[in-house]
């Protein structure tokens, strides 16, 4: 029988002696990814193309009590990602967690879109995460457990018609598949693969990015329920989730972010 204290915040909702590897991690929902393990205790690897807002976001966990690292990573490095997953799992003494968030969006008609824009969002958008997660796994099963968790995005699960994207859409869209499929493949070997789709936030990807364009801004509001983008904060309780023992039981799923986007 489960017991009172088995229920503690502290029992579900910790990742102390954990270690998490974070792509993408000196901005944005990387950043919020990386010091919220932190702050539930794990070691974190925080990974950027930019080592200076690496160092920064490293510079922030330490600050406030946190461990971590800052490297350097290029994901569309196939080389360097394999090895930088291998660095951090070395530098820690294992590997726990990885979040697959780096991302990049090429936004414009598809009748103008170039050969070298499709393969580039194709590449770190979609193909990261598989040869990352492939990475990954093996320092994994050396502790006979793993969590996954993929950055999908609201576009993977349904069209955008406020402005075309149709490389980020359908790496987005493969991203949920691919969380599908490596869940079932790795279960009974102790991994979890889950992703999040966050809608609009307020971060140098989204919202600030469409300053220029209070009218584009103004139609996402309105077409979202709860009336507003997200704040980088409001994806933290979704990425706690999924990284900790609260949802054990939880894989293969796709968790939407959304102010209610997809519901409607």
């Known amino acids: 029988m489960t017991t009172y204290h088995e229920?503690?915040?502290?029992?579900?909702?910790?990742?102390?002696?954990?270690?998490?590897?974070?792509?993408?991690?000196?901005?944005?929902?990387?950043?919020?990814?990386?010091?919220?393990?932190?702050?539930?205790?794990?070691?974190?690897?925080?990974?950027?193309?930019?080592?200076?807002?690496?160092?920064?976001?490293?510079?922030?966990?330490?600050?406030?009590?946190?461990?971590?690292?800052?490297?350097?990573?290029?994901?569309?490095?196939?080389?360097?990602?394999?090895?930088?997953?291998?660095?951090?799992?070395?530098?820690?003494?294992?590997?726990?967690?990885?979040v697959n968030n780096a991302g990049i969006t090429r936004r414009g008609p598809t009748l103008d879109m170039t050969d070298d824009d499709w393969d580039s969002v194709i590449e770190i958008n979609q193909t990261a995460v598989v040869l990352g997660s492939k990475a990954a796994v093996p320092h994994m099963l050396v502790h006979g457990d793993g969590k996954i968790i993929n950055l999908a995005s609201i576009v993977g699960l349904v069209g955008n018609r406020h402005f075309a994207h149709i490389g980020y859409q359908a790496a987005k869209g493969a991203i949920v598949n691919i969380t599908r499929g490596l869940a079932v493949e790795w279960a009974d070997q102790g991994i979890r693969v889950n992703a999040v789709a966050p809608t609009f936030f307020r971060t140098n990807f989204g919202a600030a990015r469409m300053q220029s364009n209070p009218d584009l801004l103004a139609a996402i509001e309105a077409d979202t329920p709860i009336g507003r983008f997200g704040e980088p904060w409001e994806l933290a309780g979704g990425l706690l989730y999924l990284a900790t023992r609260a949802s054990s039981m939880v894989t293969g799923v796709t968790l939407p972010i959304d102010g209610g986007w997809t519901a409607v």
């Open 7 to 98: 229920l503690s915040i502290d029992k579900l909702f910790r990742l102390d002696g954990e270690v998490a590897l974070v792509t993408g991690g000196g901005d944005g929902f990387g950043r919020i990814a990386s010091m919220t393990y932190a702050n539930a205790g794990a070691s974190v690897a925080v990974t950027d193309i930019d080592k200076t807002k690496a160092d920064a976001v490293v510079a922030e966990i330490i600050d406030g009590g946190g461990h971590a690292v800052a490297l350097e990573l290029d994901v569309s490095d196939r080389t360097a990602l394999k090895s930088t997953i291998d660095e951090a799992a070395s530098v820690f003494g294992g590997l726990h967690i990885l």
